[in-house]
C-alpha cells in the first residue's frame, strides 16, 4: 500500500493481481500530453459507489457504449448558452427509442430510412425533396385536412414514373388534366354498393361528354348548343 497526503488522502494498493487508486476526495489526471485508457478485457467499467452503471468497451472493434442499469437511458448532452441541453435520448426502456430535443439535419442525399427493409425513405438532393415507399403501401393520415401546396401551379400523378393526369392553376381556374393521349377523365362512385361511371369525358372525341343516367337540371336551367 503506497499512502499519499498528510491524511492518506491518496491511497495506491496492490493485490498482486489487481491494482487500485483510492482517493477520499476527487482524483485528477492532468498530464501535459494525452491520457490513453488500454483495457486489455476489452472493457471500461464506470462505478458509482462500487455500483456498475455503464462500460465503454470493444465490440468487435466497433466501440459500444452500454448503460448497465435496467431501463437505464443513455444521454448525450451539452452546453447550449449555458443551459444543460440533452440533444439526444435514448430510451432503453423502450428499445433504444431515440428522442432529439431539437432539429435532426442531413446533408444533401442523406437518406432517412424507415423500416428493416428501407419502406420508407425521406430524401432530398439540395433542390427537390422526394418520399418514396418502395416495397409497399403509402397512408398519411391526419387528424386534421391535409393541404397540397404546389407554388409550381401544378399537383401531378404518375404510375411506375408516368404521368397520368395533373391538377393545375390556370389563371385561379382549377384544372384536371389527364396527361396521357387519348385518355379519358372518369368519374366514379357508388350506387348502392356498385360502381357506376357517372361521367365520361372522352379526350379521343375533344373531350366529348358521355353520361352514364340523367341530366337534370334546375327550373329555368339551359342547356346551350352549338358556339
Known sequence: ???????????????GTNGDFESAGNLTF?????????????QII????ATEFGQIYNSSNDLAIYSSISD????????????????????????????FSH????????????????DLNLISDGTNGTMSAPNGNLTID????????AGGNQIRFFDSGTEIGLFGNENSDFAIVSSVQDKDIIFQGNDGGAGVTALTLDMSDAGSAIFNHNVKLPDNGIVALGA
Open 72 to 99: 437505464a437511458d443513455l444521454r448525450l448532452q451539452g452546453n447550449d448558452g449555458g443551459v444543460l441541453t440533452t440533444a439526444l435520448l435514448l430510451d432503453m426502456s423502450d428499445g433504444g427509442s431515440a428522442t
Open 142 to 149: 391526419v387528424a386534421g385536412d391535409i393541404t397540397l401546396d
Open 30 to 42: 492532468d498530464v501535459a500530453g494525452d491520457i490513453n485508457l488500454d483495457a486489455g478485457g476489452a
Open 103 to 118: 432539429n435532426v439535419k442531413l446533408p444533401d442525399n442523406g437518406v432517412l430510412g424507415l423500416g428493416a427493409g428501407g
Open 1 to 15: 500500500v503506497l499512502n499519499i497526503g498528510a491524511d492518506n488522502d491518496l491511497k495506491i494498493t496492490h493485490d
Open 46 to 49: 464506470l462505478l458509482d459507489d
